[in-house]
């Protein structure tokens, strides 16, 4: 696992935009790159720097296909705080995406099991996908996989802890009985059978969730630690999210990725 450190979220969303914007520019394949894609505030400062590049004409999303990782359930998509709201509202309607390229899953679907496995059938009708970005949550969950799930999951309905309902209420008026208690995600499998798996991690509050993740060992209680195990695994983080990693951690990543970092990979 490579991990990245930037010294702010600034530098890491730019970090993070450039290479996702070099694997699109170097996809040789007469078939769609099809990238994995998560909400949250993680990812804004990249989908900002994607839109800028995307208008500046140094890349395109004509050619890109898109697999949200999860939707609260019980949201119909014109809720404002539906995911497919958020990708639309931040992203999508700013790039030059076609419309049927996106995909999130459905989490007003009368029959929530099968809106799961058609999803996952769907990803694997696109060739699976090439580039799954993430963030994570405090307690270290990616996607909608909340402490103790199955590192082998793949798309199906999880019940959100108290913690990330009392974390995501912000965006429900800080309300917690606002809050869908239940959300379609894919599993932490359908994101390590990605052929890279890309994680954000930010500020103080992702520090703990960052060490139980790189430090110490694939645990279902920290459904990031499944990242271990992937062939092409990358966090990029900001120095605040360092803060709870032993010193030697901090320097040996800072040492080993000097020369790809000064080099721009
Ligand atoms: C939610 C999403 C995750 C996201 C997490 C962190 O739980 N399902 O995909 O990583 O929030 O959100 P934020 O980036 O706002 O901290």
């Known amino acids: 696992m490579r991990l990245i ?18 694997k699109i520019i170097n996809h040789n394949s007469s078939k769609p790159f099809v990238l994995g894609l998560p909400t949250g ?20 999303f004509k050619n890109v296909v898109t697999f949200n990782m999860d939707e609260y ?43 799961c496995a058609i999803y996952e059938k769907k990803i694997e009708k696109a060739g699976g996908i090439d580039l799954f970005l993430g963030g994570i949550g405090p307690d270290g969950h990616i996607a909608f996989n909340e ?11 999880k019940t959100l802890t108290h913690d990330t309902v009392v974390a995501n209420s912000r965006f429900f008026d800080n309300d917690i009985n606002k809050v869908p ?25 992702k520090a ?17 630690s ?3 195990m992937h062939p092409k695994g990358i966090v990029v983080c900001d120095e605040l999210a360092t803060y709870e990693l032993k010193v030697g951690t901090y320097r040996y990543f800072k040492d080993i990725e000097k020369e790809n970092l000064e080099a721009g990979l």
């Open 226 to 228: 499944a990242l271990q």
């Open 41 to 60: 505030s993680s990812p804004l400062g990249t989908y900002n720097e994607l839109i800028e590049l995307n208008r500046q004409g140094t890349i395109s």
């Open 73 to 115: 359930v019980g949201l119909n998509q014109g809720h404002t705080q539906s995911y497919h709201s958020f990708m639309w509202e931040n992203f999508f309607r700013h790039i030059d995406i076609p419309f049927d390229n996106t995909n999130i899953p459905d989490g007003s679907a009368l029959n929530i099991e099968e809106e």
């Open 208 to 224: 703990r969730a960052l060490q139980k993740g790189i430090e110490e060992g694939i645990n279902h209680m920290w459904t990031i």
């Open 181 to 205: 208690k239940t959300a379609l995600t894919v599993g932490v499998g359908t994101i390590m059978a990605a052929k890279e798996v890309l994680i954000i991690v930010n500020g103080l509050n």
């Open 5 to 22: 450190i930037q010294p702010d979220y600034d530098s890491l969303s730019k970090w993070t935009a450039t290479y996702i914007a070099n």
């Open 147 to 157: 402490p103790g799930s199955s590192l082998s999951s793949r798309t199906r309905v």
